[in-house]
């Protein structure tokens, strides 16, 4: 049976494991995992591991996340992983943006996430279909898996030299017990209209 990293309890099967990144075998609780900040998962910074001391992370649970730190900026080539690219990277469901002219239209990008539901999400879901109310904790897995979506949506489209996505769709469709949440778009080149010859 796994064993959490940080806390050292087994992690069963009503505890979901969370690896932090492919090719570890090494697991969070999920009473750990939902101490790291959405923040510091999705671009993270040196500082923040350290804000985690008070927040009950372990020396053991601070090295794997500095290890996990370690991996994605060995992963993120400067020019292309930059936080700034990301910052400032312009999304729309539209087809333009006020005020910017569209210089080049790059290539259809799409982000795309499997989420297991779990045990507890899908038996949280049976009582409130069975109860007519709202399932808190499947909705929490649904817009992280969406925010996943689009976070690899941005990637691509970084990666391929654009600096703004239009036409975002997000769909969602189940696979067997699982939910696959599929984020497309066109990436594209804008630049301002003050700019523009």
């Known amino acids: 049976m796994?064993?959490?990293?940080?806390?050292?309890?087994?992690i069963g099967f009503l505890n979901a494991t969370r690896p932090l990144w492919e090719g570890t075998e090494?697991?969070?609780?999920?009473?750990?995992?939902?101490?790291i900040g959405a923040g510091f998962i999705n671009n993270p910074q040196m500082e923040d591991i350290d804000r985690f001391i008070k927040e009950g992370f372990t020396?053991?649970?601070l090295?794997?996340?500095r290890e996990y730190y370690a991996y994605v900026q060995e992963m993120r080539p400067a020019n292309i992983w930059e936080k700034r690219l990301y910052d400032d990277h312009m999304l729309t469901t539209g087809c333009h943006f006020e005020g910017y002219w569209i210089e080049r239209y790059i290539a259809l990008v799409t982000g795309s996430v499997v989420l297991g539901t779990g045990f507890r999400a899908g038996f949280s879901a049976m009582a409130a279909d069975f109860s007519g109310t709202f399932c808190d904790e499947f909705e929490t897995k649904l817009e992280d898996a969406k925010d996943e979506a689009?976070?690899?949506l941005i990637r691509k489209s970084v990666g391929l030299g654009g600096n703004a996505v239009i036409g975002i769709d997000i769909d969602y469709m189940q696979i067997g017990g699982m939910v696959?949440?599929?984020a497309n778009g066109t990436s594209v080149s804008i630049k301002p209209l003050a700019g523009r010859p």
């Open 2 to 10: 796994a064993v959490c990293v940080n806390c050292k309890k087994e």
């Open 26 to 35: 090494e697991m969070l609780c999920s009473k750990c995992w939902s101490k």
């Open 59 to 61: 020396e053991d649970g």
């Open 63 to 65: 090295e794997y996340l």
């Open 150 to 152: 689009i976070k690899k």
């Open 180 to 182: 696959g949440v599929i």
